[in-house]
């Protein structure tokens, strides 16, 4: 028998967007949690995210009046993800649809305030079921100084590198801030925004520190100190008589043994950056997670346990795919934006486009590893230059320095050809390449691929821009080119977990006492992105349903 140091009902590892949620549905339940962080910041993954949640007629869409149903929802899973087995089953995608409603009612009754992201398009809108109305919700902008103590606890997110307090919303028009009337409103309304608070001295946390940030609050509401332990990194999962009981966690230079009386969940992320895992089930789509950008605690060793246990598991080559430009001057920051943008395409080895480069950012880094581009060559033109590069104040247009151009990180050169020896592609091919792609964008259609046809491609693409706010020719020099290179913000294969997060074995039973959930799991998305938030919505769905699932365990017995 083991020793016990600690007993809750619920022991949660990890705390991003599905352990929090777990979390707070266990107190909300009448259970005790305890949440296991491994870093020193709480967050996860999704406090550095852009912090949407993708749900289809959700609470805020019916309170809105956006025409969508459950049957759509289902609908699109079918049309896009298709049958991809256990991972996204039946029972799991209307669980998803289900128990997210549910899920965002509770949160807002807990204190958590969310709002649309009006024409934020799914990514697959011209499918069965898609939705081009923005099926997504954010938190708002929160003041960190409402988590007192724990103010300075939660992992910074994206809007940091802006120095903007900024929604992940408005960050699409900011970045075309002299592009179009609207965007230049939206711009200013962040502008002031970022201004009131730096005069206020305010903390303000927005994107996916924002959702953290707000769940912790809801926390603090109900307990003075909150059930998280950080700096506790899970060392084995304890079980007896078949049944996993609890877990033994290395904290602070020594180890305890806790036990989970209703169970344990896994909510700890991937094995993004453990380059032997990536190595060993990377498949078609070979990589040792060398540009991931993903947490720096996804590492797998969560994940590696619960196999060890003889979880099954699935898609393990997965990742939450986005092309990057790699570069270290931030004059050239927004270089990375330029597949959804007018003047840039995507060129193989061999000079030719392969992908729609305005779709979503992990169909094209599957599009890169499908044509054996990795890395691809993002070319563009000197308009492209004129009209976007900034650096990381979209305010400040740079352009792009010199000392990037003598690096050679990016290639520059008067005529396409030059430019083609330059990045070892054929000449004639490149050419042919620019020559058909301008005819396509003279007329605002993209026959080969169908860049700029979905309201997804126009929502990120320039407002300003006419006739097709994706799509225009490569045709004022000089010319330029930089290696795009397929990086993740997460692996999204793992565990097989049924439609209540409980994890599956090899022989297609249930491991009583564990659940899973987020990116440590074959996710119910399958192969496919659905739209903006749609990881951060499978991790944080599938924690709620787990707690409640323990929740109802613990009733019965």
Request: glycine share 12%.
């Amino acid at each position: 028998m083991v020793s016990w140091d600690r007993s809750v009902d619920l022991l949660i590892v990890g705390s991003g967007g599905g352990g929090m949620v777990a979390a707070l549905t266990a107190l909300d339940s009448g259970l005790e949690p305890l949440v296991l962080e491994k870093q020193d910041l709480i967050g996860g993954s999704t406090g550095m995210s852009g912090g949407m949640v993708w749900l289809p007629d959700n609470p805020l869409m019916k309170a809105a009046g956006i025409p969508d149903s459950h049957a759509d929802g289902m609908a699109y899973f079918e049309d896009v993800v298709g049958d991809i087995g256990e991972a996204s089953s039946y029972a799991r995608r209307e669980m998803f649809l289900t128990a997210g409603n549910e899920m965002i009612d509770f949160l807002v009754r807990r204190g958590v305030r969310l709002v649309r992201c009006p024409g934020w398009s799914d990514y697959y809108p011209n499918h069965k079921g898609g939705n081009a109305a923005g099926r997504a919700v954010e938190g708002v902008p929160y003041d960190a100084a409402a988590l007192g103590a724990w103010s300075d606890r939660v992992q910074p997110s994206m809007g940091k590198n802006y120095g903007f307090v900024i929604k992940t919303n408005e960050l699409r028009a900011v970045q075309y801030f002299n592009r179009s009337p609207r965007a230049f409103a939206t711009a200013m309304r962040v502008f002031l925004r970022t201004r009131a608070a730096r005069l206020r001295r305010r903390e303000m946390l927005t994107n996916g520190a924002s959702l953290i940030g707000q769940m912790l609050k809801a926390m603090l509401d109900q307990r003075p100190e909150p059930p998280i332990w950080t700096g506790a990194a899970l060392d084995d999962l304890l079980v007896e008589d078949g049944r996993v009981v609890g877990a033994r966690v290395a904290r602070g230079g020594s180890t305890v043994n806790i036990q989970a009386r209703e169970g344990v969940l896994l909510a700890a992320g991937g094995f993004s950056r453990n380059a032997d895992m990536r190595r060993r089930y990377s498949g078609r789509q070979p990589n040792d997670g060398q540009w991931s950008i993903a947490n720096a605690g996804d590492t797998g060793e969560a994940l590696r346990t619960a196999m060890a246990l003889g979880a099954k598991t699935d898609l393990l080559d997965e990742a939450w795919w986005l092309p990057m430009v790699f570069l270290a001057d931030p004059g050239a920051a927004s270089l990375g934006s330029g597949r959804q943008r007018p003047g840039a395409i995507y060129v193989d080895g061999s000079g030719k486009r392969f992908c729609n480069e305005s779709n979503s950012y992990v169909e094209v880094g599957k599009a890169m590893y499908a044509a054996k581009a990795v890395p691809c060559w993002q070319v563009f033109d000197q308009g492209y230059v004129g009209r976007y590069v900034s650096g990381a104040n979209p305010f400040k247009k740079r352009g792009i320095s010199q000392a990037l151009i003598e690096q050679g990180a990016v290639k520059r050169a008067v005529t396409v050809g030059e430019l083609a020896r330059q990045i070892d592609v054929p000449p004639q091919a490149l050419a042919q390449t620019i020559e058909r792609f301008n005819g396509f964008a003279a007329d605002g259609l993209d026959p080969d691929f169908g860049r700029g046809q979905s309201a997804y491609n126009i929502c990120l693409g320039d407002p300003g821009y006419k006739p097709n706010a994706a799509l225009g020719p490569l045709n004022r020099p000089p010319f330029y080119a930089t290696r795009v290179f397929p990086a993740d913000v997460g692996t999204c294969g793992g565990v097989i977990t049924n439609e209540h997060a409980q994890v599956i074995d090899e022989s297609d039973r249930v491991i009583e006492g564990l659940y899973a959930t987020g990116n440590i799991t074959a996710t119910v998305m399958g192969r496919k992105y659905l739209g903006a938030g749609g990881s951060i919505a499978n991790t944080m769905i599938f924690g709620y349903v787990a707690a409640r699932h323990a929740a109802t365990n613990s009733r019965v017995r």
